[in-house]
T-cell receptor, first 114, second 116 residues
Framework: DQQVKQNSPSLSVQEGRISILNCDYT??????FLWYKKYPAEGPTFLIS?????DKNEDGRFTVFLNKSAKHLSLHIVPSQPGDSAVYFC?????????????FGKGTKLSVKP | DVKVTQSSRYLVKRTGEKVFLECVQD?????MFWYRQDPGLGLRLIYF???????EKGDIPEGYSVSREKKERFSLILESASTNQTSMYLC???????????????FGQGTRLTVV
């Protein structure tokens, strides 16, 4: 049973426009959420995170929004650039999990067209 | 700069071979993880370790074992490689998380294993 769901396997956006990647979760005990970016043949790299006590976190062109009542988070990239083309993984950390185990979604492949 | 290094970028092994994937981190992290990534399935946790000689099964441990004899090194072992273990294998590490701290896991560059 998937606890972290990314229902869109792919997304295509024009350069300069906004990219919105969505993630839903089922476990209300998740207390920390992260987005990772992955290029082919490379390991994932951390992008941005948000604690469950916040509803928004911004870092440059990247903003993550958390809606706890809907168990939904989204990553906004504005403006989108061709270099943003990658697979984006949403991940969640369970509350009280001291081992730091992250639960990942299946990923969304973003293509930003020039 | 945190560094997680996997011993090989690409490996080709024969069915039935014993395969060792090595991972080393240089940040004195307590936690280390092995994931595999397959198209349409995302990152799935195979095993993780939160201390030397400690290990916990992840979501898909069948056909794998692990070894953590030193804090900085976490090995993934395929006892008898099979074609369905062809995948991208990713090692990660993270510090122990306290009640008020949250942090990300840092990943290695991945090992693309092909079993023929």
């Amino acid at each position: 049973d998937q606890q972290v769901k990314q229902n869109s396997p792919s997304l295509s956006v024009q350069e300069g426009r906004i990219s919105i990647l969505n993630c839903d979760y089922t476990n209300s005990m998740f207390d920390y959420f992260l987005w990772y970016k992955k290029y082919p043949a490379e390991g994932p790299t951390f992008l941005i995170s948000i604690s469950s006590i916040k509803d928004k976190n911004e870092d440059g062109r990247f903003t993550v929004f958390l809606n706890k009542s809907a168990k939904h988070l989204s990553l906004h990239i504005v403006p989108s650039q061709p270099g943003d083309s990658a697979v984006y993984f949403c991940a969640a950390h369970p509350y009280g999990g001291s081992q730091g185990n992250l639960i990942f979604g299946k990923g969304t492949k973003l293509s930003v067209k020039p | 700069d945190v560094k997680v290094t996997q011993s090989s970028r690409y490996l080709v092994k024969r069915t039935g071979e014993k395969v060792f994937l090595e991972c080393v981190q240089d940040m004195d992290h307590e936690n280390m993880f092995w994931y595999r990534q397959d198209p349409g399935l995302g990152l799935r946790l195979i095993y993780f370790s939160y201390d030397v000689k400690m290990k916990e099964k992840g979501d898909i441990p069948e056909g794998y074992s692990v070894s953590r004899e030193k804090k900085e090194r976490f090995s993934l072992i395929l006892e008898s490689a099979s074609t369905n273990q062809t995948s991208m294998y990713l090692c990660a590490s993270s510090p122990l998380i306290g009640s008020n701290l949250n942090t990300e896991a840092f990943f290695g560059q991945g090992t693309r294993l092909t079993v023929v």
